[in-house]
């Protein structure tokens, strides 16, 4: 798959970077000097574990900044903040085989997000110090959180340990989603749809929650841009040509009377595809338009993530926007492959957030969908004629579905090196499994019911036995934003059966048969109480089981989590949590979260 022709990305410029932070015994005289080398040593060993591992969601490597030098009181822990600040850290890793002075050598930034490595070794006490920083953090309202290695090791150990590298790993992760997001944007094409509280925009969320600002246009600008032929020329015929190639037409499904003539069909496709550019160029602008002397345009609103209003102010009277979030969310298009651009279907705003983070957490594509059905295994054989019989199912299935199409890398047609379906960042996608999440979509006429201005529906269904993530991020009076997640797996339904259900509601578009797994406990007793707990109609599903990434998040955000099945061993959160409760974790994480507010109130 070429990619000679670079798509313009949001993930351009200055990105954040995680400064590490060597800590150690201020007296001199034999003491300091004898843990100069082991403790630089300790900050080396982490940057090389970063750097190897985590990647921006353009691919780059993630960029490290080291003190430069040991921190061993207030003026050496001054000179690192203020090094960091030059450099663009938003998040620190403070590393210390040994005691420290605790208040002396602390992260002070409020803006930072904060984590502690203490070594677990006998020579030195650096869980005392460990334990000594943390107290400090609590005391004073930053919460850091502590990462201390189950096993005590050799004073000269440079090997990190297993269980250390992981909430390292997963810390930092977390915390570069925090960063990534700070000062971006999400842009409001259009305004609020059929009456979804999603999509009734809450600037004040996204501002004091995610440090982002919400940028909004009226349709007109796709109409305007549309007719005046504000977009890249040359792109739109390249872009067609690899639609007729890679996106093949399946069924009409529409009745005699309400099908379109062919020469409406092709105009829809011609329409879809410049919307989809021009909705690019709207959220991270283009230098083409400046070279054609369209210098404001050519800026966009540098959002990170956006929605697209559609029904029914836009679909009553022009083709909808489903190539246009089914193509920009995918990890590759005419272009080649390329992080996918989150567009939320219906301008659901807050599945949009969630989308964001599901994208920052794994860099990979998200699917977007309706929680549109339960169905209990009885009432599958009602309907099919057939009994279900799959290990992962236990009462029944949710049937995740959209009249807004989802990213084809939903398909499932990518494999990790087990062969299990997956959804990868867009650098490690093979060209084959691009063109087999192609082949495996089809493109069908819309419903003219449903949308009258036409356009194109994606159909698919999600290959099963993918590892799989479920959540939404939903705003309650007097609360905030609060977050729901489930953990479960993609289910592969025989032809039959998925025939006989997916035909119930509508044809034209992606399926994704979903079994969360169950715990015994509240929501998670059975998949119907997972439905029947869930806040909203719509949710985004992210590949993997990284329930525990995103709670980590939403601590660093201060959004509470009230429905999750991940088990406690996973949870990792700031280390002044424990103060709001042991016992009840869900309720004193509402009561860290209301204590500390919004990040950036």
Same mark, same amino acid.
């Given at each position: 798959?070429?990619?000679?022709?670079?798509?313009? +990305?949001?993930?351009?410029?200055?990105?954040?970077?995680?400064?590490?932070?060597?800590?150690?015994?201020?007296?001199?005289?034999?003491?300091?000097?004898?843990?100069?080398?082991?403790?630089?040593?300790?900050?080396?060993?982490?940057?090389?574990?970063?750097?190897?591992?985590?990647?921006?969601?353009?691919?780059?490597?993630?960029?490290?900044?080291?003190?430069?030098?040991c921190i061993g009181g207030v003026a050496e822990a001054t000179a690192a903040a203020e090094k960091f600040r030059k450099?663009?850290?938003?998040?620190?890793?403070?590393?210390?085989?040994?005691?420290?002075?605790?208040?002396?050598?602390?992260?002070?930034?409020?803006?930072?997000?904060?984590?502690?490595?203490?070594?677990?070794?006998?020579?030195?006490?650096?869980?005392?110090?460990?334990?000594?920083?943390?107290?400090?953090?609590?005391?004073?309202?930053?919460?850091?959180?502590?990462?201390?290695?189950?096993?005590?090791?050799?004073?000269?150990?440079?090997?990190?340990?297993?269980?250390?590298?992981?909430?390292?790993?997963?810390?930092?992760?977390?915390?570069?989603?925090?960063?990534?997001?700070?000062?971006?944007?999400?842009?409001?094409?259009g305004g609020t749809s059929m009456g979804i509280a999603g999509s009734m925009v809450d600037n004040s969320m996204w501002?004091?929650?995610?440090?982002?600002?919400?940028?909004?246009?009226?349709?007109?600008?796709?109409?305007?841009?549309?007719?005046?032929?504000?977009?890249?020329?040359?792109?739109?015929?390249?872009?067609?040509?690899?639609?007729?190639?890679?996106?093949?037409?399946?069924?009409?499904?529409?009745?005699?009377?309400?099908?379109?003539?062919?020469?409406?069909?092709?105009?829809?496709?011609?329409?879809?595809?410049?919307?989809?550019?021009?909705?690019?160029?709207?959220?991270?602008?283009?230098?083409?338009?400046?070279?054609?002397?369209?210098?404001?345009?050519?800026?966009?609103?540098?959002?990170?993530?956006?929605?697209?209003?559609?029904?029914?102010?836009?679909?009553?009277?022009?083709?909808?926007?489903?190539?246009?979030?089914?193509?920009?969310?995918?990890?590759?298009?005419?272009?080649?492959?390329?992080?996918?651009?989150?567009?939320?279907?219906?301008?659901?705003?807050?599945?949009?957030?969630?989308?964001?983070?599901?994208?920052?957490?794994?860099?990979?594509?998200?699917?977007?969908?309706?929680?549109?059905?339960?169905?209990?295994?009885?009432?599958?054989?009602?309907?099919?004629?057939?009994?279900?019989?799959?290990?992962?199912?236990?009462?029944?299935?949710?049937?995740?579905?959209?009249?807004?199409?989802?990213?084809?890398?939903?398909?499932?047609?990518?494999?990790?090196?087990?062969?299990?379906?997956?959804?990868?960042?867009?650098?490690?996608?093979?060209?084959?499994?691009?063109?087999?999440?192609?082949?495996?979509?089809?493109?069908?006429?819309?419903?003219?019911?449903?949308?009258?201005?036409?356009?194109?529906?994606?159909?698919?269904?999600?290959?099963?036995?993918?590892?799989?993530?479920?959540?939404?991020?939903?705003?309650?009076?007097?609360?905030?934003?609060?977050?729901?997640?489930?953990?479960?797996?993609?289910?592969?339904?025989?032809?039959?059966?998925?025939?006989?259900?997916?035909?119930?509601?509508?044809?034209?578009?992606?399926?994704?048969?979903?079994?969360?797994?169950?715990?015994?406990?509240?929501?998670?007793? +059975?998949?119907?109480?997972?439905?029947?707990?869930?806040?909203?109609?719509?949710?985004?599903?992210?590949?993997?089981?990284?329930?525990?990434?995103?709670?980590?998040?939403?601590?660093?955000?201060?959004?509470?989590?009230?429905?999750?099945?991940?088990?406690?061993?996973?949870?990792?959160?700031?280390?002044?949590?424990?103060?709001?409760?042991?016992?009840?974790?869900?309720?004193?994480?509402?009561?860290?979260?209301?204590?500390?507010?919004?990040?950036?109130?």
């Open positions: 798959m070429s990619e000679l022709n670079a798509s313009p +990305s949001p993930w351009t410029g200055s990105l954040p970077k995680i400064g590490i932070r060597p800590t150690i015994d201020g007296r001199l005289g034999g003491v300091r000097e004898s843990l100069e080398e082991q403790t630089m040593e300790q900050a080396r060993s982490v940057v090389e574990l970063l750097t190897k591992v985590l990647r921006y969601p353009n691919g780059e490597p993630v960029e490290c900044v080291v003190a430069d030098t450099e663009g850290v938003t998040v620190t890793i403070t590393v210390t085989p040994c005691w420290c002075y605790g208040s002396e050598t602390m992260d002070m930034d409020p803006h930072t997000v904060k984590a502690i490595w203490g070594f677990n070794g006998t020579e030195r006490p650096g869980a005392v110090y460990l334990a000594a920083a943390l107290a400090g953090h609590t005391q004073k309202g930053l919460p850091a959180f502590g990462i201390y290695g189950k096993d005590v090791q050799p004073a000269g150990t440079k090997e990190i340990p297993a269980d250390v590298a992981e909430k390292l790993l997963n810390f930092a992760r977390c915390g570069l989603a925090v960063g990534l997001m700070k000062g971006r944007s999400y842009l409001s094409m501002e004091k929650y995610l440090g982002m600002r919400v940028e909004a246009i009226d349709l007109t600008e796709f109409v305007g841009r549309l007719q005046k032929g504000q977009f890249d020329q040359d792109e739109f015929e390249r872009a067609k040509a690899w639609v007729a190639e890679n996106c093949p037409e399946g069924k009409d499904y529409n009745s005699e009377e309400t099908k379109r003539s062919r020469e409406s069909l092709d105009s829809e496709w011609d329409v879809s595809i410049k919307m989809a550019l021009i909705a690019r160029d709207l959220m991270v602008g283009n230098p083409k338009l400046a070279e054609m002397g369209l210098g404001e345009q050519a800026h966009g609103h540098g959002a990170i993530a956006a929605g697209f209003q559609g029904q029914r102010q836009w679909t009553d009277h022009f083709p909808n926007g489903d190539f246009l979030e089914a193509i920009l969310n995918t990890s590759f298009d005419w272009n080649g492959k390329r992080p996918p651009y989150i567009v939320a279907t219906e301008n659901d705003a807050l599945n949009g957030a969630g989308m964001l983070f599901g994208h920052l957490l794994t860099n990979s594509a998200q699917i977007f969908a309706d929680l549109r059905t339960y169905w209990s295994k009885d009432a599958i054989a009602q309907a099919s004629g057939e009994s279900l019989d799959n290990d992962l199912v236990e009462d029944g299935i949710l049937h995740l579905i959209n009249s807004g199409p989802a990213a084809l890398d939903g398909t499932g047609q990518q494999s990790d090196a087990d062969g299990n379906p997956t959804m990868k960042p867009y650098w490690e996608i093979e060209d084959s499994e691009a063109e087999a999440c192609l082949k495996a979509t089809t493109w069908h006429p819309s419903i003219t019911e449903y949308f009258p201005g036409g356009g194109w529906s994606t159909r698919y269904k999600t290959r099963g036995g993918m590892a799989s993530t479920m959540i939404r991020l939903n705003l309650v009076d007097g609360l905030g934003p609060a977050l729901q997640i489930a953990e479960g797996y993609s289910i592969e339904l025989p032809d039959s059966i998925h025939t006989a259900l997916d035909d119930r509601t509508n044809p034209t578009w992606p399926t994704t048969w979903f079994a969360p797994t169950l715990t015994g406990k509240g929501a998670f007793r +059975s998949a119907y109480e997972v439905m029947n707990s869930w806040g909203a109609n719509h949710c985004v599903l992210t590949c993997g089981h990284v329930g525990h990434l995103y709670i980590t998040l939403a601590s660093m955000l201060r959004i509470p989590v009230y429905m999750h099945n991940v088990s406690e061993e996973r949870i990792f959160r700031p280390s002044s949590w424990r103060a709001f409760g042991t016992a009840d974790l869900e309720g004193a994480d509402f009561r860290a979260c209301e204590n500390y507010g919004p990040l950036y109130r």
